[in-house]
C-alpha cells in the first residue's frame, strides 16, 4: 500500500496511506489533506490511485504543485517523488509488498471490464465524477492462487548485476587495422552480411560470441566455433570473414 | 497452397528464471502457414492447461480449416475464410476452456491469453485476446501490431499514462479480456498487409515485460538472418533481466510474396466444394 508523508521543515506531521481512489489536498476543511496555510489554495491537487499506481493532479492552484522541484500539472508518481505545496512536503513512498512465495511474482490476472472505472482524464480542472466502486474489492474475481495483489516490482531495468568491465574489439589485420570499437550495445553484429556474420552479444556475466550466418564459422584462437555461444575472455583472437580482431577488456 | 517456401517458422519457449512451471504454450504449422501463442493463467497447472488447450484446439481446427478451403478465399461478406476461422475458433476455444473451467474444481477460474496469425495471400490476419503481442520488422521500422487488452494499454488510450510512464507501472499484469473467463469473447481481429524481408514476433509478457522494444528491435534487426538464434538471444535477454516470467516467442519471416491463386480453375474447383 502507497501512502503520502507529510512534513514541513523536518518535522513528520502525519503519515496518510493512500486507500482510496482519490485524496484531494488543499486548504479547505473536507479535502482529506488539509493544510490550513495561506499558501495553499482550497483544493490544490489530488491524488488519484489506481490498484498500484498513483497520480498527482494539480487543481489549479493559485501557487502551484511541484515535484522534486519541478512544476506538474499531472504527474505519474513514483517511490520516493517529494510533492512540494509551500512549506509542505508529501513524501511518496510505494512499497512494494514482500512476495509470500515466488509464485506470486507477476501473475497475469484478469481484470473484469467495468471492475474498476479509471476517472476520466482531461483537463486538471474537471474534478467531481463520482469515485466508482473500489478497485481493491473488485478484482480478486480471478485470483485463485494470490493471496493479494502482487505487484510487479519496476520490472525493465536490468537486473543490477557487479559492473562488469567493457569490452572492446581491435582489428588487427586489413583496411581497418588498428580500429577500436567498443561493445557497449546488448549486441554487436560482426562481418559481411550474406558471407559470414557473427555477433556478440553483452550479458551480466560477459561477453559471448555466436555464428549467425555464412557456411564457416568465426575462428578464436586458433578453434573454429561451433553453433554454440562462446565466452570471449581477455585477448582472445577472432577471426572472421577473412579480418583479425582482439577482443579485450577494458578496465 | 504449401506455405514453407515462403516462410521460416521458429518457435522457443522457456520457463524463465523464477518460475517452476511454463504456462505458456506456443504451435506454428509451417505448411498452413500460421502460428498461435498462448499465456496461461490460473492456479497450480490450470494455466499450463488454459494455454494448452488453446494452442492444440486452434492447431488442429485451423489446419482441418485450411484444408477444406484455402484461407484467402472470400466468403459473402467479403471477409477472407481465415478471417472468419480464426473469430469462430477462438470463440469455441473460450468456450472449451470456459467449459472445463466450470465442470471442474481444480481447473476453477483458469484462462489464457492468446495470438494468433495466418499468412495468406501476401497478408496476415491476426486475432489476438489479452496482453500477448505481434510484433513485425520491416527494414529498420519495428513496430507493435497489436494493441493489449490490458488496463495499462486502456490507460494510455485515455491519456492518464503515457507510454514511458507505462514503463515504471505496478499494474503491469492486469489483462481486461482473456480466453476462457467469461462466456462468451470477442477476439480482436486485423488483416495486415505483409511485404517480403518482413520478420513478425510473436511473444508472450515475459518478454516485452522483461527487455525494451528498442532492444527486441535491434536484435531482430541483427540477428534475422539466424532465426534460431534470434529467438534464443530474446529468451536470453529476458533471462538476463530477471526473467520472472515464462518467456515465449514465434519467429516468422516473410521471404517471399505468397498471393492466393486467381486463376478461373481455382473459381472452377471452389465451385465444386
Request: hydrophobic share 20%.
Given at each position: 500500500m502507497a501512502k503520502l508523508i507529510l512534513s514541513m521543515e523536518t518535522t513528520v506531521l502525519k503519515e496518510i496511506p493512500l486507500t482510496k481512489e482519490r485524496i484531494t489536498i488543499g486548504r479547505k476543511p473536507h479535502t482529506d489533506i488539509q493544510i490550513d496555510n495561506l499558501a495553499i489554495s482550497g483544493e490544490h491537487a489530488v491524488v488519484i490511485t489506481i490498484l498500484n499506481d498513483s497520480f498527482l493532479e494539480d487543481l489549479g492552484s493559485t501557487n502551484g504543485t511541484f515535484v522534486n522541484g519541478q512544476s506538474v500539472k499531472k504527474h505519474f508518481l513514483v517511490n520516493g517523488d517529494t510533492i512540494e505545496l509551500g512549506k509542505y512536503r508529501l513524501k511518496y513512498v510505494s512499497e512494494v509488498p514482500q512476495?509470500?512465495?515466488?509464485?506470486?511474482?507477476?501473475?497475469t490476472m484478469i481484470l473484469r471490464p467495468g471492475a474498476a472505472k479509471m476517472p476520466a482524464p482531461g483537463p486538471a480542472t474537471a474534478v467531481p465524477s463520482a469515485p466508482p466502486a473500489a478497485p481493491a474489492a473488485a478484482v480478486p474475481a480471478h485470483m485463485s492462487t494470490s493471496p493479494g495483489m502482487a505487484p510487479s516490482p519496476p520490472s525493465v531495468a536490468p537486473a543490477a548485476a557487479p559492473a562488469m568491465p567493457l569490452g572492446a574489439i581491435q582489428i588487427l589485420s586489413g583496411g581497418n587495422a588498428g580500429k577500436e570499437m567498443e561493445l557497449t550495445k546488448t549486441l554487436t553484429t560482426l562481418g559481411k552480411p550474406g558471407v559470414q556474420v557473427a555477433v556478440i552479444a553483452r550479458r551480466p556475466h560477459g561477453y559471448f560470441i555466436t555464428h549467425v550466418e555464412g557456411a564457416s564459422f568465426p575462428v578464436v584462437n586458433g578453434k573454429a566455433l561451433s553453433t554454440q555461444a562462446h565466452q570471449l575472455v581477455d585477448h582472445d583472437v577472432i577471426e572472421l570473414a577473412g579480418v583479425k580482431m582482439e577482443f579485450f577488456l577494458k578496465s | 497452397m504449401d506455405m514453407t517456401a515462403v516462410l521460416e517458422i521458429v518457435t522457443q519457449s522457456n520457463p524463465g528464471m523464477v518460475r517452476s512451471n511454463n504456462e505458456d504454450s506456443v504451435m506454428a504449422n509451417p505448411l498452413r502457414g500460421f502460428a498461435v501463442l498462448a499465456d496461461g493463467m490460473g492456479g497450480y497447472n490450470a494455466g499450463e492447461v488454459a494455454s494448452g488447450m488453446a494452442t492444440a484446439l486452434l492447431g488442429t481446427e485451423l489446419e482441418k480449416a485450411f484444408i477444406e478451403r484455402e484461407p484467402s478465399s472470400k466468403d459473402a461478406s467479403g471477409k477472407s475464410w481465415a478471417h472468419v476461422k480464426v473469430e469462430a475458433e477462438m470463440a469455441r476455444v473460450n468456450a472449451a476452456i470456459y467449459q472445463a473451467a466450470q465442470s471442474q474444481p481444480q481447473y476453477a477460474g483458469m484462462g489464457t491469453t492468446l495470438v494468433v496469425g495466418v499468412f495468406h495471400d501476401n497478408k496476415v490476419t491476426v486475432g489476438h485476446i489479452g496482453d500477448s503481442r505481434l510484433y513485425r520488422m520491416r527494414g529498420e521500422d519495428f513496430q507493435q501490431i497489436t494493441r493489449d487488452h490490458s488496463l495499462l494499454q486502456e490507460q494510455i488510450d485515455a491519456g492518464i499514462i503515457t507510454p514511458e510512464q507505462a514503463r515504471h507501472s505496478q499494474n503491469k499484469n492486469l489483462v481486461t479480456r482473456a480466453v476462457g473467463i467469461d462466456p462468451e469473447v470477442a477476439a480482436e481481429m486485423h488483416d495486415h498487409e505483409v511485404l517480403p524481408g518482413d520478420v513478425y514476433l510473436f511473444c508472450s509478457d515475459g518478454l516485452n515485460d522483461m527487455v525494451e522494444d528498442d532492444e527486441i528491435g535491434m536484435t531482430l534487426g541483427a540477428l534475422s538472418a539466424n532465426l534460431e538464434l534470434c529467438a534464443m538471444q530474446l529468451i536470453e535477454m529476458a533471462c538476463d533481466n530477471g526473467g520472472r516470467d515464462n518467456v515465449s516467442v514465434i519467429l516468422v519471416k516473410v521471404k517471399g510474396e505468397y498471393p492466393a491463386a486467381r486463376g478461373w480453375w481455382v473459381r472452377f474447383l471452389a465451385w465444386f466444394k
Open positions: 512476495q509470500t512465495s515466488s509464485a506470486d511474482f507477476e501473475k | -
